[in-house]
């Protein structure tokens, strides 16, 4: 992998923007595989494609690619709430990459994030745009990347030093299982891993994971048993292989080996 961007970053383009979104995008095509499946190249899609960049010539799976100079793990800015919600609960979601790059042009970190792990409890959604704003009224949204478990984080580029295919490829399939999921399994059942991961802790009792009971219900208000629900979601992760169970009440979080 190249890491070099500054080869097509000299050209006359509108805006600083445009830049970084063409520069990268062009980056991409050369340099992006995909993890899930033996491909080394993506398809870049065709000019003005909305909800996806690059496409899988192998399996069909489609990646997005949000390039920045700012590098920010807590959040990255996303298209309108609405659709993104919506391409949610229809499993419409694409991969994401969010790339940062250095002043010089050269890329520095790029993470990706599974649409499988992209679910509704991870989407911020903005303040409208203002009367005076060209788009007024639209709404767009944010990608929570800090409430992202980190397993559902893989780190293609970190600091300037790119990690080895197999090993990206590797933790893309351990995790794989949770896109077999239906939507709303999945979505009850990252909501719970992110509340484990979140004790960071490598023991923990199912009390510590109750205290978490009113944050799950405001994310699944149609549920009136969350304490049932969160028992079965930990049953779920220790079949998965996320958790080992060490006795009554108590769980163990297993390593990423």
């Not at 600083?16 to 995909?34: D, P």
């Not at 005076?132 to 030093?161: H, M, Y």
Request: charged share 25%.
């Amino acid at each position: 992998m190249n890491l070099d961007l500054f080869s097509a970053a000299g050209r006359n383009y509108k805006s600083g923007s445009q830049i970084a979104r063409v520069v990268t995008e062009e980056w991409g095509s050369r340099n992006l595989y995909c993890p899930a499946c033996p491909s080394d190249t993506l398809t870049q899609a065709p000019p003005n494609t909305r909800v996806f960049d690059f496409e899988c010539p192998g399996c069909g799976q489609f990646y997005q690619l949000k390039g920045r100079k700012d590098w920010n793990e807590n959040k990255v800015l996303d298209a309108g709430y609405a659709a993104m919600i919506d391409a949610i609960r229809k499993d419409r979601v694409p991969n994401l990459f969010v790339l940062q790059y250095s002043l010089s042009w050269r890329v520095q970190n790029i993470l990706l994030i599974p649409y499988f792990f992209i679910g509704e409890s991870v989407v911020e959604k903005r303040k409208p745009l203002s009367v005076s704003a060209r788009r007024a009224g639209w709404t767009g949204c944010n990608i929570i990347l800090r409430e992202i478990p980190e397993d559902g984080k893989l780190r293609v580029v970190i600091n300037g030093v790119v990690t080895d295919t197999r090993e990206v490829r590797r933790r893309f399939q351990r995790i794989k299982p949770f896109a077999d999921m239906s939507v709303k399994l999945r979505g009850w059942t990252l909501d719970v891993f992110r509340v484990v991961t979140k004790l960071n802790k490598p023991q923990f009792s199912i009390s510590e994971v109750y205290k978490y009971e009113d944050e799950l219900a405001a994310l699944h208000p149609g549920n009136r048993n969350i304490r049932p629900k969160i028992r079965q979601k930990l049953q779920v992760l220790r079949d998965l292989g996320f958790l080992r169970f060490a006795e009554p009440g108590r769980y163990i979080l297993k390593n990423k080996e």
